[in-house]
Structure formats: structure tokens, C-alpha cells
């Protein structure tokens, strides 16, 4: 994700998506569109604020329960 920096900022200020994890409640995904694919930005909220804990390319969005937009 080197050279993406702006667009894994991008991602957290203006998703397209945002889905909580599957696996964890705390942890939420972020999804933007760039180029042919999309950026995720997987997050975890942790007593009142968060961390970023990776960043990666896909071409799918997750399953997950979507809360962003509703």
C-alpha cells in the first residue's frame, strides 16, 4: 500500500462502506473505490477510539453487516 497513503485516508474520510467484521463486533471495515478495485481499511475500535490494523486492495467487498451508508 506504499504510494496509497492518501488513498487509505481517503477511505476513512469518505467510504463508500463501511461493514462490521464477521468475526469481531470492534472491528470495522472501510471500502473506497480506487481504479479497478477497492482499498479496505480494516479498523478496530478499542474504548473509545480506534487504530488502523491493515490496509489492503480487492477487487470484492466483504460480506458483513453494513452500517454505513443505511
Do not use: H
Not at 34 to 45: D, L
Not at 61 to 70: A, V
Amino acid at each position: 500500500m506504499r504510494g496509497l497513503e492518501d488513498q487509505v485516508r481517503k477511505a476513512l474520510i469518505l467510504p463508500r462502506t463501511i461493514r462490521v467484521s464477521k468475526t469481531d463486533n470492534n472491528v470495522l471495515l472501510y471500502y473506497r473505490k480506487y481504479e479497478a478495485y477497492y482499498i479496505c481499511v480494516v479498523v478496530k475500535r478499542l474504548n473509545g477510539s480506534g487504530f488502523i490494523i491493515t490496509t489492503y486492495k480487492t477487487e470484492n467487498i466483504k460480506e458483513g453487516n453494513q452500517i454505513w451508508p443505511k
